[in-house]
């Protein structure tokens, strides 16, 4: 491994630290939650960086990619979101939310 790519995982590591997310946690045996089943495309700026937010969807029961596909369930866009991720899900159908909208979701099934 290249010096610098393990620069940048610890720099990834402390940010994911800083925002609550403790890397050492062993991911549950069985997830299950407010998002489950449920796959989610993010796009834009959030309140929190995109690991932290993407963690906490998968902390509910989520999943979190990369690309808008007609499997996606929503597609979540905060401030200045990718104009490509935003007209695919529109052409596919794929409901788009805000993040309060998310947070709203995970809340009213608890």
């Not at 959030?46 to 969807?57: D, H, K």
């Amino acid at each position: 491994m290249r010096l610098g790519a393990r620069e940048s995982t610890r720099r990834l590591i402390e940010k994911l630290k800083r925002v609550g997310v403790d890397p050492r946690q062993q991911p549950r045996a069985e997830t299950s939650g407010a998002l489950t089943g449920r796959i989610f495309v993010i796009t834009g700026t959030l309140s929190q960086p995109r690991e932290a937010i993407a963690a906490w969807i998968e902390a509910q029961g989520g999943k979190v990619t990369d690309s808008v596909s007609r499997q996606t369930s929503y597609l979540i866009v905060g401030d200045a979101p990718g104009a490509s991720k935003l007209t695919k899900a529109q052409q596919l159908g794929v409901p788009i939310i805000d993040e309060a909208a998310l947070r709203r979701m995970v809340a009213s099934d608890a």
